[in-house]
């Protein structure tokens, strides 16, 4: 059986993600700030915040011990504020940028010793030259250096990394931001479904979905 390690899990892509690749016989090992939540998915249900080393490393550790060698790693943590540099705090910036950068970056460094020779590293990033827009800085900033980050990865690793690139996605991350969602916002059903396509047809790189 595949077995999937997916960080962030809780979110409106994470659920739509562990559901169906449950449902297409996957493993998953899904680590969120939400365990009991998860448990109706899968009961491989893990408690870490991704932006925390120590937190990170010990649920990497616990995942092993459920299902390693994993197929696939997928990042799906992010944060989102609408703040203008003028008004955004360090605290606030330290926010998004650990949601979004630093915890891929801890969580794709502790999954890799837990990955097969072959495994898969998905990130869900965003079309962030779009969103170079007042208030977003540190997000756009954030997903940018997602992109950096996963190519030299995936040079310095030699296995397969993508970067999904949804456009808007129906899901709680709406509320974080004083914007209306545009109404041909994709279902996260419809994304996930997306994504295990993409994964089927072995796309890398950078890939915008909707
Ligand atoms: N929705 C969209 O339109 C859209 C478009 C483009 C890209 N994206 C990207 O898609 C990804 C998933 O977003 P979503 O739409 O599913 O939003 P969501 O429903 O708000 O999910 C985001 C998830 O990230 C988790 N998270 C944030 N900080 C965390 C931390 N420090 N430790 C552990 N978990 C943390 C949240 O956990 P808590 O519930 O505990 O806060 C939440 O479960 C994000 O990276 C977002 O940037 C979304």
Redesign the pocket.
């Known amino acids: 059986m595949p077995s999937t390690l997916l ?8 659920k739509a993600l562990t559901q169906q690749l449950t449902a297409s016989g996957h493993m998953v090992v899904a680590v ?3 365990p009991a939540e998860m448990k109706a998915l899968t009961p491989h249900v893990i408690a ?5 080393p120590a937190q990170v490393s010990a649920a990497a550790r616990m995942a092993a011990g459920m299902g390693a060698p994993f197929d696939l790693f997928i990042y ?5 504020a609408s703040l203008k540099t003028a008004e955004m705090t360090p605290a606030d910036w330290n926010r998004i940028l ?3 950068l630093t ?1 891929a970056f801890l969580t794709a460094q502790a999954s890799l010793p837990h990955l097969k020779a072959d495994a898969r590293l998905v990130f ?4 962030h030259e779009r969103l170079r827009l007042p208030g977003l800085s540190a ?1 756009a900033a954030a ?1 940018a250096g997602l992109e950096a980050f996963a190519e030299v990865l995936r040079k310095e690793t030699r296995l397969p990394v993508l970067v999904v ?10 509320k ?1 931001v004083p914007f209306s ?1 545009p109404k041909n ?1 994709l279902s ?1 059903q419809t994304l996930a479904e997306k994504i295990l396509t993409a994964l089927e047809e072995d796309k890398t790189g950078m890939l915008d979905i909707g």
Do not use: C, E, L
């Not at 870490?48 to 925390?52: E, H, M, P, R």
């Open positions: 960080w962030g899990a809780a979110g409106g892509i994470g969120s700030r939400h870490a915040d991704v932006t925390q799906a943590a992010g944060d989102i650990s949601a979004n915890g869900i990033g965003a079309v997000y997903k690139r949804p456009g808007a996605v129906d899901t709680p991350f709406w974080k969602m916002a996260p």
